[in-house]
């Protein structure tokens, strides 16, 4: 049974590209969750979404970002315009309805 | 909303010897609360959760207890071992409906051999 299965796992972007982040839930799990950690940090709330509905993004900036998860596919983060105080590692955690959340290894984004 | 707040940040122990992490959190309607171990580069991975219908949860060397009055819960390491090193944390939701986690800042624990 595979995990939470994330891509690229490090990404390089300049100042103004854009930054696409993939996470495919574990087997069985619909409801996926976005974090960002930034180095020596906790994980802060981005976006919970369910099979093509967005749930709550409230944790994430107004501007720049978006995310969907598609019915079929993997969810999508998606950073438009990069800055440097992008750079982070960005997660993205699953679940079933009331099962505890298990987070993907990450991706790492730097940006020049 | 929620606030949840972890100590000590940083905490060293001998190894064989007990390890506490403590946390508080501030909204009474969470009722769930797990714990995640992070090693350097890696995924937060789920050590132990426990529910707001229970006081304390086992699983060999890791306890966690939890206060529903007074909103603090804990985290027990005992016999600690070198590969217990990483950073901990905390966090708090709601079950019910899927809430997304809110974290504490994290508390990395050295063991020292």
């Known amino acids: 049974n595979a995990g939470v299965m994330q891509n690229p796992r490090h990404l390089v972007r300049r100042r103004g590209q854009e930054a696409r982040l993939r996470c495919s839930p574990m087997k069985g799990h619909s409801h996926v969750y976005w974090y960002r950690q930034l180095p020596e940090e906790g994980l802060k709330f981005m976006v919970y979404?369910?099979?093509?509905?967005?749930?709550?993004e409230s944790g994430m900036p107004k501007e720049r970002f978006s995310a969907e998860f598609p019915k079929e596919g993997p969810s999508i983060l998606r950073i438009q315009q990069v800055v440097r105080g992008d750079s982070a590692a960005y997660f993205c955690a699953s679940s079933d309805r009331d099962s505890p959340q298990y987070f993907g290894p990450g991706t790492r984004l730097t940006v020049l | 909303g929620e606030n949840v707040e972890q100590h000590p940040s940083t905490l060293s122990v001998q190894e064989g010897d007990s390890a506490v992490i403590k946390c508080t959190y501030s909204d009474s309607a969470s009722n769930y609360f797990p714990w995640y171990k992070q090693e350097l580069g890696k995924r937060p991975q789920l050590i132990i959760d426990i529910r707001s219908n229970v006081g304390e949860k086992k699983d060999q060397r890791i306890a966690v207890t939890l206060n529903k009055t007074a909103k603090h819960f804990s985290l027990h390491i005992t016999e600690t071992q070198p590969e217990d090193s990483a950073v901990y944390f905390c966090?708090?939701?709601?079950?019910?409906?899927?809430?997304?986690?809110?974290f504490g800042k994290g508390t990395r624990l050295s063991v020292i051999a």
């Open positions: 979404l369910q099979k093509e509905n967005i749930i709550d």
């Open positions: 966090a708090a939701s709601s079950l019910s409906g899927n809430t997304p986690l809110v």
